[in-house]
């Protein structure tokens, strides 16, 4: 049996840059001067947010951070305040950083230790995803987006070890990080440590997430992406000889909207889509020639097809039908999670991007709500998912 | 005996003197006029470097370090005991490197529009970020005439230039060259803050050669690298940007011979 959980992932989105000025810029991320952002706005949007996360608290929904630099789609740049923020606000959900970006801070022993401190401020509620960046962040954190898979992976081999390790002090020399001297205090709340998640489709990445039994997350990646890299998370395991995993090791993450009608939903869902239309808007050189986005060979067609990542179609009923919204009345909603969860062979974890793009503070407060008291109980005991799609 | 697979270009007479062109952000073609200008009166060996063209990146190279030591072994496995260096750009910082640590073999160095010090403020550039700057903006600052650029050469600002004459392979090399740069280059970006220091210990005749209208780097911190090298020369290059072998071959490879001659 499998009780499917909500979480609700909010990017704190700026959305109130004049038009003119985003169509002028070359780039609405990395670039966009902060003569932009109104500091009171700001305060206000960070405010609604804090309530809605202090809903969730109470609804039962978890809470996603993240972070994002520079840029109209994302104010939680500063994500482990943030985060330790919403530790402390909070009494009773656990909380994902989804998440700092260890390709881009210089020190995992530091990230180390705020996740540490906000496990022990949250009582031991705090889930740490790892996510490998790239694109305007790389420009925003000076980081070489070479051999940033290489990097990651010594990062997250390094907070691991910082945050299991008692008897410390220990020495660190690796490729990419150095520390002679890693003891971090607290110790986190959680033992061994807070559970793991990774943000990725590359299918060699899931794979290692298999082995490593952390929790793999997609971000819109659509049915057929999704159930590929379940897939190989999957296949790892058994080849690793390891216990088959869990439905809670699968999560997807894809924008939401609950309403009282499809109609409503629809129509708010579309306002959503702003997150595709203008919050991605990227220059050519932070994007499709940025070294390493994909390999050479990939090239040519990237190049001359634009590079583009955007889904061609963005009303609410073609992102509904790729599998990249779930919108509509609670009824409607609970259908589309439970043949998403089927479809890809199963997933335990829902992350409901709801407050995105030009959706107000109201209607997500009123989605939640729905959500939590409508949808998520019908997503609870639900039998083992037909097998044949994740064996073929 | 070298350590590593590089693919090299070479021209000219293998009996005449040898000048080893280290190159900037792509491969120097075969094609390029001023190669065969050069090879009328040298023997040119014109490496890829690791990562750039068909040489293979080795997994642990990354780093500045391991470009001039790997040069270093080329210098020794070369047969002449008297080697000019050109460096371009890029190669030109790689070049410079190379004549710090020093060798007995060298015995000349020409620096082309070359990259690798910081001279500005700490809050101004010397040099745009070439990752963190649109193609469009690069090749405009990149050539004194960007219409004019000569056919089928790959200078700074190349993906503003993308076109379907270019075929896939040509872009595959193309990217691989510019994720092989990246990797090196990235930061600090284009220069070594220990370099400016050291480079009083470049000890041999040296030509500091600079196009006019660079706008990638411009001559007067071509001048000022210049000044940093005991003894040398500073030439600029009328009509010419970032890439005056190409631009203006003819005056590039008289300037070299003059020089070198």
């Known amino acids: ?392 | 005996m070298m350590h590593h697979e590089l693919e090299i270009l070479r021209a000219g007479d293998e009996a005449a003197d040898t000048l080893l062109l280290i190159h900037d952000i792509n491969p120097i073609s075969h094609t390029a006029p001023f190669i065969g200008g050069l090879a009328r009166s040298r023997y040119i060996v014109a490496p890829s470097h690791p990562g750039f063209g068909a040489s293979p990146l080795p997994a642990d190279f990354d780093t500045m370090y391991d470009l001039v030591n790997l040069y270093l072994d080329v210098l020794d496995n070369l047969d002449s005991d008297r080697i000019a260096v050109a460096g371009f750009g890029f190669g030109g910082w790689i070049a410079a490197e190379l004549a710090v640590a020093g060798h007995r073999k060298l015995d000349r160095l020409v620096l082309v529009d070359a990259l690798g010090i910081k001279l500005a403020a700490r809050d101004e550039r010397d040099f745009p970020h070439l990752f963190n700057t649109n193609p469009a903006d690069l090749l405009r600052l990149a050539w004194h005439d960007p219409a004019a650029r000569p056919a089928g050469i790959h200078g700074v600002g190349w993906q503003a230039t993308i076109s379907d004459e270019m075929t896939d392979a040509d872009l595959v090399t193309l990217a691989r060259n510019w994720d092989s740069l990246c990797l090196f280059a990235w930061r600090p970006h284009m220069f070594n803050p220990q370099l400016k220091h050291w480079l009083h210990r470049i000890r041999v005749p040296t030509l500091v050669l600079w196009g006019e209208s660079d706008g990638i780097v411009t001559p007067d911190y071509g001048r000022r690298y210049a000044d940093l090298i005991p003894g040398s020369i500073f030439e600029t290059i009328p009509n010419a940007g970032h890439h005056p072998e190409m631009e203006q071959p003819t005056a590039f490879v008289a300037a070299v011979e003059r020089f070198l001659s």
Not at chain 1, 71 to 98: C, D, E, H, Y
Not at chain 1, 184 to 190: D, G, L, S, T
Not at chain 1, 262 to 269: C, K
Not at chain 1, 278 to 304: C, H, Y
Request: charged share 25%.
């Open chain 1, 1 to 392: 049996m499998t009780d499917m959980e909500l979480w609700n992932h909010c990017e704190n989105p700026y959305p109130f840059v004049p038009a003119e000025v985003l169509d002028a810029a070359e780039a609405v991320r990395a670039s966009l001067p902060n003569k932009y952002c109104d500091p009171d706005i700001a305060a206000r949007l960070y405010d609604q947010v804090f309530e809605e996360y202090r809903q969730c608290d109470e609804l039962g929904l978890h809470i996603v951070t993240n972070e994002h630099h520079s840029g109209i789609n994302n104010l939680w740049a500063a994500s482990p305040v943030i985060t330790g923020i919403v530790a402390q606000m909070t009494r009773k959900v656990r909380i994902l950083s989804l998440g700092t970006l260890i390709t881009v801070r210089p020190d995992p022993v530091r990230v180390a230790t705020e996740y540490a401190t906000i496990d022990v401020i949250s009582r031991g509620r705090l889930d740490i995803g790892f996510v490998k960046s790239g694109a305007t962040e790389m420009t925003s954190g000076d980081a070489n987006p070479m051999r940033i898979r290489e990097r990651e992976w010594e990062a997250i081999d390094l907070i691991e070890k910082s945050l299991t390790s008692r008897d410390g002090p220990f020495s660190w020399e690796g490729k990419f990080f150095t520390h002679p001297h890693v003891n971090i205090w607290p110790q986190p709340y959680q033992k061994p440590r807070p559970d793991f998640w990774a943000a990725t489709s590359d299918l060699p990445t899931c794979a290692e997430l298999g082995r490593r039994g952390m929790v793999n997350t997609l971000l819109f990646g659509g049915y057929d992406k999704t159930r590929l890299a379940y897939g190989a998370y999957k296949q790892a395991r058994q080849a690793a000889g390891l216990p088959e995993a869990g439905e809670d090791r699968f999560s997807y993450m894809a924008f939401c909207y609950v309403g009282d009608t499809d109609e409503e939903a629809f129509r708010i869902g579309q306002k959503i889509a702003w997150f595709l239309t203008v919050s991605l808007k990227s220059a050519p050189q932070m994007s499709k020639f940025q070294p390493g986005q994909w390999a050479p060979e990939m090239a040519p067609t990237m190049w001359r097809s634009g590079g583009s990542k955007r889904p061609s179609n963005l009303t609410a009923e073609a992102l509904i039908a790729q599998g990249q919204m779930f919108a509509g009345n609670p009824d409607t909603v609970v259908r589309q999670i439970k043949a998403f969860r089927e479809r890809v062979g199963g997933c335990g974890r829902i992350i409901m991007m709801t407050h995105q793009g030009l959706v107000t503070h109201e209607e997500a407060l009123k989605s939640f709500n729905l959500a939590a008291k409508e949808v998520l109980p019908q997503l609870q005991g639900l039998g083992p998912v037909e097998q044949r799609v994740a064996a073929e």
